[in-house]
Structures are given as structure tokens and as C-alpha cells.
């Protein structure tokens, strides 16, 4: 074995809490079908379902590969399954019996919910993605120390982008240059989303206009693509004098990220862009000092765009341009780009100490692009910790 594994301590530990949560809402056990929390549950990402009973031991029910599983995973349930049609029956084995079973609606396809209703015919399902996604945000010591290292090296990155740039490069070029250290510095080289349907891929690079262009992204930042069945990462718009250029990108660190956007500019910014960009480190700030436990979200985002945006009449094209814009300041993030929570309106769940917060304050400008910053905080008693090291000030490329 060359790498490492997740510790049997932390497995159990989230077993302990979710059986917890399972036991609060009178739910007698879940099936979780979905890599991620297979992931979270288990430290293996292999195909089954794993079965947590409110009680009892964890059972990971695995099609393939049971061999790889007991390599990487501290559960001693691992048992071998070829069909839905079994779990019942293998489920009695262990002497589980479940009227209430939980489902995550929210990633479970509705061709295997129906195999399981057929299978499970006597019970009633119910609904657990809000209790997955929260007790995931709050990050164990473990989680945060991965994290840290991430942000560690999200940060070399960044410092070797300014020697990249060169004059009539593509969008492309240069998100395959930043690509390629990525993945030689440890980044495991995919971009996660929890969003259904969202794909994301090395991040957005963009120059000048083009960081305007509209998209489907989950995020404030534009972009052509390569084509209409990719447009992610960049396209053809090539680097000329005074372009603005805008990266926002991942990196995964032992599958746990942070998220970091920095603007530099080809040749001497114009004094528009570096107005709004300065707007967009103090709406930053003020996001970042109110980021301790028990804030809620809601409130700190109507406080902020209130006393930040809307008083200097900085909402047009705030957080993305026209049609790109998006109703968050920011994002909670982990084993995947957007967890729960955002900082957003209608998001009224306390902010508890140990979540992870991406912010990400952004303004497009018309014919210039899109200016603005994005880091990745830890909610402490004292407001955010930058976990994603680095200046935050536009960098002038000459």
C-alpha cells in the first residue's frame, strides 16, 4: 500500500454521529448508495450500498470490489452482493428489521429507488440528504489538517502562475499549464460537485470579456469553453496587453478541497477594475469576520450586501455578469466544491465552529471581465481562518 488511509478512529467517530442523528429522528437505519458518503462512511470508494443501523454495526454491502474494501476500510461488515433483491434477506441475517429506512433523495436515482421499494415493499422511506450534508460541514481535526494542506499547496500553485503567462496564449494553454502542476504538486485531478448535473473541470480561466460569456456553472464566472459539449476550464480567447485574467479553481488534497480565485492582469489594470476589486476584498472581509459559530447565514448575507454592496450601488453584475449571476457570497466545501452551507438568503442554520466556508466576492465589468477573490475560511471565535494562504491583491504580469 503507497498511500495513506483514512483512520479507523475518524470512520467510527462519523458512524457515532449519524447513528445519533438516525436514533433523534426515529429512523431505524439508511442506505447510502452515493460515492461520497460511501466515502465519508466507509474510507473506500467502491460500488455497493452500505446499510448504518441506528443501532448496530455498519454493514457496506459491496458488488465491487469487495478485495480492494478490505484493504482500505475498518468496517468489519464487508459482504459480497450482486442484486438489490438480496439485501432484504441479507439484512435479516444480521438481524435487522426496518420499518423506517432513510434514502438521500437527493442523489439516489429513481431506478434504484424503485428496485428498492420493490424490495422493501412493507416500509416507509424517508428522506436524509439535509442530515448527511450537515453533519458532514462540521469538519473533524483530520479533515481540517488535510484541508490545511491543500490550501498549502493551492497556494504554490498560484505563485507559479504569474511565470506561465505569456502573450497570445489561450485560456486553454494556460489552464492546462496550471493543470499539470496541479496534479504533479498531488491534486487528485477531479473536481467534485454535490449540484446534480454539474461538471466542473480544472476550474474557470478566463481572459479579459470572456470571463462575461454566460454559462450554466454553478458560479459567478463565465467562460466559452473549447465547445458547446465542453464548455468548461477555457477556450481559444488568446492573451493580448491589458487583459484582465481571472482563475478560480479547486484543489483536492486526499479528496478534501479548497477553493481559491485570484485576478492578474497583462500589463496595468484599468483604475475601474481596480476599484471594483478592491470593493470586492472588503465585502470579503466583512463575509470573513462574521464567520463564528451560532451566525446565521441568512443574516450575514442581508447584512453584508447591505452595508457592502448596496451602499456603494455595487450590485449591477455583482457576483457574476448578467444572466451568470448567482445569489451567494459563499459555499461550504470538503469532499466536494459545494457543501452545505452557502451564505445565502433562506439559509438559516447555524454556523457551528469547525465548518468550512469558501468566499467568493466577484463583480463582472462590462468589457473588462470579471475581477474579485475567492478563499477558503475555517469558522473559528474569531471569525473566519484563511485556510488558502496568499495575497490577495490583483498580480500585475508585465
Known amino acids: 500500500m ?37 466515502f465519508y462512511y466507509t474510507g473506500t470508494i467502491q460500488d455497493g450500498i452500505l446499510f448504518v443501523p441506528a443501532d448496530g454495526i455498519a454493514v457496506f454491502f459491496i458488488r465491487r470490489s469487495l478485495e480492494r474494501a478490505k484493504k482500505e476500510s475498518p468496517l468489519k461488515a464487508l459482504v459480497q452482493l450482486s442484486s438489490f433483491r438480496e439485501l432484504p434477506a441479507r439484512l435479516d441475517e444480521y438481524g435487522y428489521r426496518v420499518s423506517r429506512l432513510g434514502v438521500d433523495e437527493t442523489t439516489i436515482p429513481v431506478s434504484i429507488f424503485k428496485k428498492l421499494s420493490k424490495s422493501f415493499s412493507s416500509i416507509a422511506f424517508q428522506d436524509i440528504g439535509s442530515l448527511l450534508s ?20 493551492h497556494k504554490a500553485i498560484y505563485d507559479r502562475i504569474p511565470g506561465l503567462i505569456k502573450e497570445g496564449m489561450t485560456e486553454w494553454e494556460l489552464g492546462s499549464a496550471i493543470q499539470a502542476h496541479m496534479l504533479k504538486l498531488g491534486y487528485t485531478g477531479i473536481c467534485r460537485l454535490a449540484a446534480f448535473n454539474s461538471e466542473l473541470f480544472a476550474g ?6 470572456s470571463g462575461n460569456f454566460p454559462t450554466a456553472s454553478v458560479g459567478p464566472g463565465g467562460l466559452l469553453g473549447l465547445c458547446p459539449a465542453f464548455p468548461l476550464m477555457g477556450g481559444a480567447r488568446r492573451l493580448k496587453k491589458g487583459d484582465t485574467i481571472f482563475v478560480d479553481t479547486g484543489f483536492s488534497y486526499q ?6 480565485t485570484r485576478v492578474f492582469t497583462f500589463g496595468q489594470p484599468s483604475h475601474q477594475a481596480v476599484v471594483a476589486h478592491k470593493t470586492c476584498l472588503d465585502i470579503q472581509e466583512a463575509v470573513r469576520c462574521r464567520l463564528k459559530p451560532g451566525a446565521i447565514p441568512s443574516q450575514i448575507f442581508e447584512e453584508v450586501y447591505r452595508t457592502e454592496v448596496v451602499s456603494r450601488n455595487f450590485e449591477e453584475h455583482f457576483m457574476g455578469f448578467g444572466s451568470n449571476r448567482v445569489s451567494f457570497l459563499g459555499h461550504g466545501i470538503g469532499l466536494v466544491i459545494d457543501e452545505f452551507p452557502a451564505i445565502a438568503r433562506k439559509i438559516d442554520f447555524p454556523l457551528k465552529k469547525n465548518m468550512v466556508i469558501a468566499v467568493e466576492p466577484k463583480k463582472g465589468l462590462e468589457g473588462i471581465g470579471l475581477v474579485g477573490v475567492e478563499n477558503t475560511f475555517l469558522v473559528t471565535e474569531q471569525g473566519g481562518e484563511k485556510l488558502t494562504p496568499g495575497s490577495d491583491e490583483m498580480t500585475v504580469v508585465s
Open 204 to 209: 474557470v480561466i478566463s481572459f479579459g470579456e
Open 2 to 38: 503507497t498511500y495513506d488511509l483514512v483512520p479507523p478512529k475518524e470512520i467510527f467517530s462519523r458512524i457515532s454521529r449519524f447513528q445519533q442523528k438516525l436514533a433523534d429522528a426515529a429512523i431505524d437505519g439508511a442506505i447510502i448508495i452515493d460515492r461520497i458518503n460511501i
Open 255 to 260: 479528496g478534501y478541497y479548497t477553493d481559491k
Open 134 to 153: 450537515t453533519i458532514r460541514s462540521v469538519k473533524s481535526d483530520y479533515e481540517i489538517s488535510l484541508i490545511r494542506e491543500a490550501g498549502k499547496r
